[in-house]
């Protein structure tokens, strides 16, 4: 079981709304990336913060915002939802100062997220 | 930019069987890849990664997995498996920038 938490599990949204979602990262991971993944696809790259930056982004509207929090912790915000955006979010962290053959991602349990 | 295919939507197998997932990646450089698992209404669990060293990697659950950079492939490998094994599995290659490209994955199906 990882340390990464998210909140809310699931959500019901209707169209036009604005949504938070909530990730709490592993102890000591400066790494905090999100996914989006619709059903019966792969996840798919949103952005990524790190140590409270914007670290890359995806090929997603810029509806799709973030931010980092000195603990670590994180939040995708999704403005004006349509329906396409209902999916799994998932959240990542890493450390990102060990390199991938020293760390890896944990992943949370994800938010549905539904839009109707 | 990289990417990830996983020729394989769907596989049945009978449990005690062997069991092989296909993945192959495009990525310039020397590729971190990775395997994960998801059961129904989870998140993504890490089964093994690669990065360098020996070609083949042991993961949990009894899955290991051989890197062949002349075909650009990852398979994973299973000698034998348990029912509890039926999930959707992820091949993943790393960028330097710790993203991760995901294949659209392959669900497995597990017979009794």
């Known amino acids: 079981e990882t340390g990464v938490t998210q909140s809310p599990t699931h959500l019901i949204k209707t169209r036009g709304q604005q949504v938070t979602l909530r990730c709490s990262s592993q102890?000591?991971?400066?790494?905090v990336s999100w996914y989006q993944q619709a059903l019966g696809q792969g996840p798919q790259f949103i952005f990524q913060?790190?140590?409270?930056?914007?670290?890359g982004r995806g090929n997603f509207p810029p509806r799709f915002s973030g931010l980092q929090f000195p603990n670590y912790s994180s939040e995708l915000n999704v403005n004006a939802l349509e329906l396409d955006d209902s999916a799994l979010y998932l959240c990542?962290?890493?450390?990102?100062?060990?390199?991938?053959?020293?760390?890896?991602?944990?992943f949370g349990q994800g938010t549905r997220l539904t839009v109707v | 930019a990289q990417s990830v295919t996983q020729p394989d939507i769907h596989i049945t197998v009978s449990e005690g069987a062997s069991l092989e997932l296909r993945c192959n990646y495009s990525?310039?450089?020397?590729?971190?890849l990775f395997w994960y698992v998801q059961s129904p209404g989870q998140g993504l669990q890490l089964l093994l990664k690669y990065f360098s060293g020996d070609t083949l990697v042991q993961g949990i659950k009894g899955f290991e997995a051989e890197f062949k950079r002349s075909q650009s492939s990852f398979n994973l490998r299973k000698p034998s498996v348990h029912w509890s094994d039926a999930a959707e599995y992820f091949c993943a290659v790393g960028a330097s920038d710790y993203k991760l490209s995901f294949g659209a994955g392959t669900t497995v199906t597990v017979r009794a």
């Open positions: 990525y310039g450089a020397t590729p971190y």
């Open positions: 913060y790190y140590r409270e930056e914007e670290n």
């Open positions: 102890s000591g991971h400066n790494t």
């Open positions: 990542a962290s890493s450390d990102s100062g060990q390199g991938w053959g020293n760390t890896e991602a944990f």
